[in-house]
């Protein structure tokens, strides 16, 4: 039996406001959690994302906004390139090397891969019915392949150029 469009439309929402809702937490707990934002540029900057604090600002600008996006069904496979990009960044930087499991030591890849793949399957669905995308009369440009390349393509390749121009894991080991 194949999913309706109800049943699409359902999904959409489910997943838009849990994925936006987990991008929201992980930004504000960067911007005032624990060790703030001056926290957080340090932690990058412990990683190899230099200047840290412009990492930080970015990458909690992007989890807030993009989250925000999400729920309200705004750009919805643009919302999700932003889900894509910091949570690909976190998986290079931060987890791959530490295996799949969340449990392990260090945090594994699990989590960040699988709101990687989610928000890949949001551009795709698009927004759904209850979604200012719907309102707005931009979901039938911005669902299907279109978003999902628009999701996966820009998350990804904007994840490759912040890498490729900011991270410099080898310094680590030349300053200690």
């Known amino acids: 039996m194949a999913v309706d469009a109800a049943g699409a439309d359902i999904a959409s929402l489910v997943l838009r406001i849990s994925v936006g809702g987990t991008l929201i937490a992980h930004g504000w707990n960067h911007a005032f959690g624990g060790g703030k934002i001056e926290g957080t540029a340090g932690w990058f ?29 705004l750009l919805t ?32 890849y699990e989590y960040v891969v699988m709101i990687i793949l ?39 390749l904007g994840a490759a150029l912040l890498l490729a121009a900011f991270w410099r894991p080898g310094r680590l080991a030349e300053q200690r």
Do not use: K, Y
């Open 118 to 156: 989610v928000a890949c399957g949001l551009g795709a669905l698009g927004g759904g019915t209850v979604s200012l995308d719907r309102a707005l009369t931009m979901s039938d440009d911005l669902s299907g392949w279109t978003g999902l390349i628009i999701a996966a393509g820009t998350g990804i």
């Open 45 to 73: 900057e412990s990683m190899g994302l230099r200047p840290g604090r412009l990492h930080a600002l970015m990458a909690t600008g992007t989890e807030l906004g993009a989250g925000l996006l999400l729920i309200l069904g």
């Open 77 to 108: 496979p643009v919302a999700a390139a932003g889900a894509v990009g910091t949570m690909a960044v976190a998986l290079i930087t931060a987890h791959l090397r530490n295996g799949f499991f969340i449990f392990r030591p260090g945090q594994g």
